[in-house]
Antibody, heavy 121, light 107 residues
Framework: EVQLVQSGAEVKKPGESLKISCKTS????????IGWVRQMPGKGLEWLGI????????RYSPSFQGQVSISVDKSIGTAYLQWSSLKASDTAMYYC??????????????WGQGTMVIVSS | DIQMTQSPSSVSASVGDRVTITCQAS??????LAWFQQKPGKVPKLLIY???SLQSGVPSRFSGSRSGTEFTLTISSLQPEDSAIYYC?????????FGQGTKLDIK
């Protein structure tokens, strides 16, 4: 069974750093890209970025380039989303999702349960 | 970057109605278009990929189509459990992008 299990909710102060995780199981980790999606409270889905676990090739939305960092640890099948200096505007739910192969349209078929990040002084 | 524009922003319909949601891409995305359903407090769920292919386990009342850069999600006979927000997303070109969402309510 394919599963993506994200780390728990975080409450941080502005300026603090944070790294959240997305642990995968039930499939070959290096065969599927992992993407990250932001959803601010009461708002829509925003595509943040994506990484190829084989070689860590990473693509970011211009809106998030330089604001976050995506990485993987192949040895434990886990993807990460990291901030070096949080802002209040980073308060949101963050989802990781597995991208399917070309035969299935490169869609996000399996999603993590989401990690709520609250940034407040 | 490719912009995805959904219409309408919200729609209200009755059980049994046929409902159509449209997604317009700002440039060609071929058929690299997916539709997602998100219920309150829940994780988005993949409904349609490749513009018209039904994801496994999704009821057959959901269908998708493409005409050029315009994509359509159709629910043939609306059910109470279809109340949700629906998003389109292109995966033709990085950065991928979502539409702003369409809220579907049941009358």
């Amino acid at each position: 069974e394919v599963q993506l299990v994200q780390s728990g909710a975080e409450v941080k102060k502005p300026g603090e750093s944070l790294k959240i995780s997305c642990k995968t199981s039930g499939y070959r980790f290096t065969s599927y890209w992992i993407g990250w999606v932001r959803q601010m409270p009461g708002k829509g889905l925003e595509w943040l970025g994506i990484i190829d676990p084989r070689d860590s090739d990473t693509r970011y939305s211009p809106s998030f380039q330089g604001q976050v960092s995506i990485s993987v640890d192949k040895s434990i099948g886990t993807a990460y989303l990291q901030w070096s200096s949080l802002k209040a505007s980073d308060t949101a739910m963050y989802y990781c999702a597995r991208r399917t192969s070309i035969t299935s349209g490169f869609a996000f078929d399996f999603w993590g349960q989401g990690t709520m990040v609250i940034v407040s002084s | 970057d490719i912009q995805m524009t959904q219409s309408p922003s919200s729609v209200s319909a009755s059980v049994g109605d046929r409902v159509t949601i449209t997604c317009q891409a700002s440039q060609d995305v071929s058929s690299w278009l997916a539709w997602f359903q998100q219920k309150p407090g829940k994780v988005p769920k993949l409904l349609i990929y490749g513009a018209s292919s039904l994801q496994s386990g999704v009821p057959s009342r959901f269908s998708g189509s493409r005409s050029g850069t315009e994509f359509t999600l159709t629910i043939s006979s609306l059910q109470p459990e279809d109340s949700a927000i629906y998003y389109c997303q292109q995966s033709n070109t990085f950065p991928y992008s979502f539409g702003q969402g369409t809220k579907l309510d049941i009358k």
